[in-house]
């Protein structure tokens, strides 16, 4: 930002929460881009990295409607209401073209959490107020700011201390209530829909935020790295967490082991984009071909890990561009009836998102549902490393026409028509984008 008028730039940064909170409605544009004159490509994880933009981000999920939209084209426009949409990030490591502002930006963080922790008690929702005054850490993390005191002292809500604990990632707290007998492995009885967090949660799972001390902490009192929905693993990788990834694997957790449902952590990897976190396990496991193909399916259908770089490393590990979903291999009993569930309610309810996606699950492959959740960028990479287009799934669905009549970037349109050309340049943009641009 230009500083030639200090005074002026601090009033528009200190307006920026302000504002936010009086748009009743948020939205992030955030469409594919492919820049030929820049040698970049723009997509919705470019937006996610940006300091400034995670400070909009920020300043509305601390805000009194905490909930946006994120649209990436004609038909893919998104309520985010959970964490795991985006998986929390902190300002303070996002990326700033001048390092200097990052600075300027602890005191209006704080102030928004100090407002929505006040907000929480005057709505007397008082386990939401416990959990962000635990998740400060997460969000002040790369600032220069402390923590804001506990402003009720001496109640707890709904989970135990050492939950809590884990989530803040205090090492003091944590080494305090293992001293006491405090069990490593008790898990948590409710699940936390705004965290994306479901019920059966252990401390050592709630670490994943990056609290890699108090995860040492857990290990060392025998914590449990598997039960609950899935293992401790799993949500490392979500959170990109390549150094509590390290520990797990060392420790003795497998890359490969399934959740409840059936995908493992290379999967969980792939979904969420997390090439740390995959980087770390390959140090110790050595995956086949048909985990890889699996792996590329999540990172297609899973989240937004479809990007150019995870696509070119899973096909660099042998998996399969061409590789269709068959629910009894890749999916557990309770996962197929989810599935069943789902598909049931798409076809004779409600159709929804995941609705959608179990209806056409069975067949279907990386290339489709790139397409259907707007990963163009992944979709040209896909195309460009030679996915075919008569590849139909259990409901005789071409990848076509999932977005047939749809607006779509031009290179993918002529990707579809069988010229590949344009997506071989804008997978060779995005392979050599460093994902910084400025403003």
Known sequence: MDDSDGSQQGRCISSIPAYVEMCRFFLALCPVIDSPTEDKVFTARTWSCRGWCRLERAARELSVHDTWILVQSSASIELVGTALSFPIDSVGDGEFTIAADRDRLAPIVQSLLRRKLRLCLQKRELPAYRRLLNLQTVHLRGLAAEPIKDLVPGFSARWRPKHYAALSGNVDVVEGLLQLRANPNQRTSRDVPQLGLPLWMSPLDLVFYKHNEAAQLLLAARAHMEGGVGPALHWACNANNAVGARLLCCAGSSPLARNLLGPNALDCAGAFGSMAALEEMLQHCHPTSLDASRALLSCSDGGRGASA???????????????????????????????????????????????????????????????????????????????????????????????????????????????????????????????????
Request: proline content about 2%; hydrophobic content about 45%; glycine content about 6%.
């Open 309 to 439: 770089k995870m696509v070119q490393r899973l096909i660099d590990l042998r998996a399969d561009v061409n590789f269709q979903r068959n629910l009894r291999r890749d999916w557990t009993l309770l996962g197929r009836m989810l599935f069943s569930a789902q598909a049931l309610k798409h076809r004779f309810g409600t159709k929804t998102v995941g609705s959608t996606r179990a209806y056409h699950a069975s067949g279907s492959t990386a290339l489709m549902w790139a397409l259907v959740s707007a990963q163009y960028e992944g979709a040209a990479a896909l195309l460009a490393a030679g996915a075919r287009l008569d590849i139909c799934n259990c409901r005789g669905w071409r990848a076509a026409d999932f977005v047939k009549g749809l607006s779509i970037p031009s290179f993918l349109q002529q990707g579809l028509e069988e010229d590949p050309s344009e997506c071989r340049r804008v997978a060779c943009l995005a392979l050599s984008d460093d994902d910084v641009f400025e403003i």
